[in-house]
């Protein structure tokens, strides 16, 4: 019997017409409506997209079924002609496989039908197809991928979404949910949708009488406290199989769900119990996929599995596919922007450790592999628009809580092939960075950071997070707007000034050594060059080089961009955010450099001594991440 793997999406999730070649390629659009797309007279539409394609090759490897070979059905209202198309990873150009103009069926209500094999044996990343149009347009309607599989497994997913003030962002998604899944007969018996409110702001009638939807009132725990709630709730009510951890602030086209859910009712024994990694697509650039799998760096660093892909470029979903982690792939994870996993697995292992907001995904993942080898899956077209990491600098969070989190996270779960010491470097390597763009507030939360982590486990036994971050919010830096700062302009443009700030866009001149008779001394020089240049000295060598109180430079706020080649003879910075109308004056003050880098040495070698807090760590994990303890700590968030 066919079975409706996946549907082709023609309407954008979000408001904007440029996302449009994520979803169909074409000329002439007469239309897109909630069911159908209408295609102008002479004209075509293309569906080899990053939402419009079929993931062959991944299909059959998530299934282990080696000869799925699917089946395309389409209903449009006028007779068209199909091409089947497909994409192969080695080659760099979309292939035609059949041409249909064969006479097709016809519905009750008088449309044409058409039902198209495709070939068996298709070594493919992605399969598609193209809609031509003769003398009239024609609507579409219906269309799906559809294969002959084995038996389906039982899934429920429980969608679990915590919010904090963001009203707005998560009413939207739970509208959405509502009508596209909860109340459509095909689906409404596979999901449930449960809403942690950490701000207690949302009113109970966004559950609307319908029992598929809990609203949860919580106290400020932040993200980790609030996913906890949702864990604790899909394995006590007993009705789900997995759940779909997801930020409230999100973007999520329904069809996303859809595709989880059917992966995992036809997943193979291998796959039965894996991660579904759902990607991150920017809404500052619609068809930028940031990252689906993240990875921890053998530096406790975090970076994405794969580079930044562009998702209206055929290449780059084909790549899309075809990029999967080797099994004995080290250190990855899946973010809770969009990540679903078994139930059982939670049973398993516990929940997240208390810590408030960043890194408790990560710590969890890595957590979860101690028992179990972890599979993720990835698949075109299951994904969420979200901020980019880059677009959305947070002091408090990128150095405070990514700073001590880190430490906790390794103490909780420590890595055998990971040392103290290469961390502490990790650290001073930052602090160091933070002191050349004159952010002595980032210095100082760094320490602080330090010294909030070596407080131990029994300190967060307690809800302290949201105290913890308010402070250190209260430390960051305070931007404000252009207008307001002296002799400054009205308006910068941030994407320029990084490319002319940061160091990594500079392409460093080759010198050539000068030709002397002395090889003694062209030796002696060239091994001078080549200390000076040396990558971690490099970093760490503090910067004693002269420079002028009134000369001014320009350069982005964030804590990744490295402008050290203008700021090294400057005065002062002027940080601009994103936007580039909001920025801060820093003022160069090497005495308070040495101050912090001071107290951050101190520290590290109370870090390097104090194993006995590691330990306490280490014995309280399995305390602070049980049901038991999450109940209690989540009942004092509440008074």
């Known amino acids: 019997m066919l079975v409706d793997l996946s549907r082709p999406v023609w309407k954008p999730s979000l408001a904007s017409c440029a996302i449009l070649p994520l979803f169909v390629k074409s000329p002439s659009y007469s239309g897109v409506g909630e069911g159908s797309l209408t295609i102008g007279s002479h004209s075509y539409a293309d569906f080899m997209t990053y939402f419009g394609a079929f993931s062959l090759k991944k299909w059959r490897l998530y299934t282990g079924v080696d000869d799925l070979t699917p089946v395309l059905v389409l209903e449009s209202s006028s007779p068209v002609h199909i091409t089947l198309t497909e994409m192969i990873y080695r080659r760099l150009e979309k292939r035609v496989i059949r041409e249909v103009d064969d006479a097709p069926l016809h519905t009750q209500d008088g449309w044409y039908r058409y039902v198209v094999s495709y070939p068996e044996g298709l070594d493919a990343q992605l399969v598609s197809f193209t809609v031509t149009t003769g003398d009239a347009s024609a609507a579409l309607r219906n269309v799906s991928y559809c294969a002959d599989v084995p038996k389906r497994r039982d899934i429920r997913i429980e969608i679990a979404t915590t919010t904090y003030l963001k009203e ?23 999901f449930h949708l449960t809403v942690v409110d950490n701000g207690r ?3 109970g009638s966004v559950c609307a009488g319908n029992p598929a939807i809990t609203l949860i009132p919580n106290g400020n725990v932040g993200g980790a406290g609030g996913f906890a709630a949702g864990m604790i709730h899909a394995v006590e009510s007993g009705w789900a199989t997995h759940v779909l951890l997801m930020d409230d602030d999100v973007t999520v086209c329904p069809e996303s769900f859809k595709r989880s859910l059917r992966l995992l009712e036809y997943a193979s024994d291998e796959y039965a119990t894996a991660t579904i990694a759902g990607a991150m697509l920017s809404t500052a650039n619609f068809e930028m996929q940031q990252e689906d799998i993240g990875v921890i760096s053998p530096e406790r ?20 596919e075809e990029l999967v982690p080797a099994s004995d792939t080290k250190g990855l994870y899946s973010a809770w922007w969009y990540s679903c996993f078994p139930v059982r697995r939670i049973k398993a292992t516990g929940l997240p450790i208390p810590l408030f907001y960043r890194r408790d995904d990560v710590e969890y ?6 028992k179990e080898p972890l599979k993720f899956i990835t698949l075109n077209g299951v994904c969420v628009w979200h901020d980019a990491f880059d677009l959305r600098w947070n002091a408090a969070v990128e150095v405070y809580l990514a700073t001590r989190n880190m430490l906790i996270q390794e103490a909780f779960t420590p890595d055998a092939g990971y040392s ?22 980032s210095m100082e939360l760094i320490c602080d950071a330090i010294e909030d982590y070596l407080k131990g486990p029994e300190y967060y036994r307690h809800p302290v997070g949201e105290k913890l971050f308010k ?24 994407f320029e000034l990084e490319q002319t700030a940061n160091d990594e866009n500079v392409v ?23 200390r000076s240049v040396r990558p971690q000295e490099a970093e760490t060598a503090p910067v004693r080089e002269s420079f002028d109180r009134n000369k001014t430079v320009i350069i982005p706020n964030d804590g990744w961009c490295r402008p050290w080649r203008i700021l090294q003879h400057a005065g002062k910075a002027l940080a601009v955010d994103t936007t580039g109308q909001h920025a801060v004056m820093r003022v160069r003050d090497d005495r308070r450099n040495e101050e912090l880098r001071s107290r951050f040495e101190h520290l590290a070698q109370l870090l390097s001594e104090d194993t006995a807090v590691q330990q306490a760590y280490r014995d309280g994990r399995e305390g602070m991440t049980s049901f038991e303890f999450w109940h209690g700590y989540l009942e004092e968030a509440k008074r």
């Open 301 to 320: 660093s975090l970076r994405s599995f794969k580079p930044r892909l562009i998702m209206d470029r055929e290449y780059d979903i084909t790549f899309n």
């Open 420 to 441: 103290m010491p290469a961390m502490i470097q990790l650290m001073r390597d930052n602090l160091i960075k933070h002191g050349r763009r004159f952010d002595y507030a």
């Open 168 to 190: 707005q962002q998560v009413t939207n998604n739970i509208d959405m949910i509502r009508k596209e899944l909860l109340e459509k007969e095909e689906w409404g018996d596979y």
């Open 471 to 494: 402070q250190a919010r209260a430390k960051a830096e305070k931007l404000q707007p252009l207008a307001q700062i002296p002799g400054v302009p009205d308006a910068i443009d941030i």
């Open 508 to 530: 460093p001149e080759v010198v050539k050594p000068v030709e002397t008779e002395s090889k003694g001394i062209v030796h002696r020089i060239a091994r001078k060059i080549k």
């Open 201 to 203: 702001t949302l009113s």
């Open 365 to 370: 993942a890595t957590r979860i592999q101690e």
